[in-house]
């Protein structure tokens, strides 16, 4: 792998959170430098570049005179995900609606739509969960409000990755529902929109918990408790 410093470390960023969140790189996986850089043919300056990136965006942990590891999901960390979703994306939404109902632009959140649209045709489930993420920060991007929308970049790796472990969930309801969004958004009616967002996360909550549990049970080699064996 080739190409100038700042491009290469974020090339190397993309590689290591897409071996992350499809688990080819696994939770709690100490991230070996020298192993890496090995296999990427590259120094280990790039790759130190791109370790600070992956840590803020919530993928890895790194512990001090230590290497960095793979972050490891729990029902706490999920929890603490749909906790900031609800205030962030829902405060949001009725702004966005607000700033519709002023004249603002929908045609980036009516796009993320339709990518959301053409990723359940394709099957790719990766494409899926990032469409879906994509989605909520076009979301958040039609309120104008550029920390909003700082704060929903920090938190949307961890997204991809969580809709990418409980992919199992029908992602067929999460579009119907993002219509629904969309539609308040469009609307212009800020209540609407804040009702809409809040519940789509809500009610998501508790089946991403049993997925998540599920996923995490595969990735131990342990059996679905919830289905005979």
């Given at each position: 792998?080739?190409?100038?410093?700042?491009?290469?470390?974020?090339?190397?960023y993309?590689?290591?959170?897409?071996?992350i969140?499809?688990?080819?790189?696994?939770?709690?996986?100490?991230?070996?430098?020298?192993?890496?850089?090995?296999?990427?043919?590259?120094?280990?300056?790039?790759?130190?570049?791109?370790?600070?990136?992956?840590?803020?965006?919530?993928?890895?942990?790194?512990?001090?005179r230590?290497s960095?590891?793979?972050?490891?999901?729990?029902?706490?960390?999920?929890?603490?995900?749909?906790?900031?979703r609800?205030?962030?994306?829902t405060?949001?939404?009725?702004?966005?609606?607000?700033?519709?109902?002023a004249?603002a632009?929908?045609?980036?959140?009516?796009d993320?739509?339709?990518?959301?649209?053409?990723?359940?045709?394709?099957?790719?489930e990766?494409?899926?969960?990032?469409?879906?993420?994509?989605?909520?920060?076009?979301?958040v991007?039609t309120?104008?409000?550029?920390?909003?929308?700082?704060?929903?970049?920090?938190?949307?790796?961890r997204?991809?990755?969580?809709?990418?472990?409980?992919?199992?969930?029908?992602?067929?309801?999460?579009?119907?529902?993002?219509?629904?969004?969309?539609?308040?958004?469009?609307?212009?009616?800020?209540?609407?929109?804040?009702?809409?967002?809040y519940?789509?996360?809500?009610?998501?909550?508790?089946?991403?918990?049993?997925?998540?549990?599920?996923?995490?049970r595969?990735?131990?080699?342990?059996?679905?408790?919830?289905?005979?064996?």
């Amino acid at each position: 792998m080739t190409g100038p410093g700042p491009r290469l470390s974020s090339q190397i960023y993309e590689i290591l959170r897409r071996q992350i969140i499809t688990g080819e790189l696994r939770q709690g996986e100490r991230l070996a430098e020298q192993r890496l850089a090995e296999q990427m043919a590259v120094s280990r300056i790039p790759l130190r570049e791109a370790i600070p990136k992956l840590a803020s965006d919530g993928f890895i942990q790194s512990l001090p005179r230590r290497s960095a590891v793979v972050s490891t999901w729990s029902e706490e960390s999920l929890n603490d995900l749909f906790d900031t979703r609800l205030a962030l994306e829902t405060a949001a939404a009725g702004r966005a609606a607000a700033r519709v109902a002023a004249g603002a632009s929908t045609d980036a959140l009516v796009d993320a739509l339709l990518l959301t649209e053409t990723a359940l045709a394709s099957g790719d489930e990766l494409a899926m969960a990032e469409a879906n993420a994509q989605f909520h920060q076009s979301l958040v991007d039609t309120a104008q409000n550029q920390l909003m929308s700082s704060l929903m970049r920090a938190t949307s790796g961890r997204m991809v990755w969580l809709f990418y472990l409980t992919r199992g969930r029908d992602f067929r309801v999460a579009c119907s529902e993002h219509a629904t969004i969309a539609e308040a958004v469009c609307s212009g009616n800020a209540r609407l929109a804040e009702a809409e967002v809040y519940s789509h996360i809500e009610i998501g909550r508790v089946p991403s918990v049993a997925a998540l549990a599920d996923a995490l049970r595969e990735h131990d080699g342990l059996p679905d408790r919830r289905r005979p064996a």
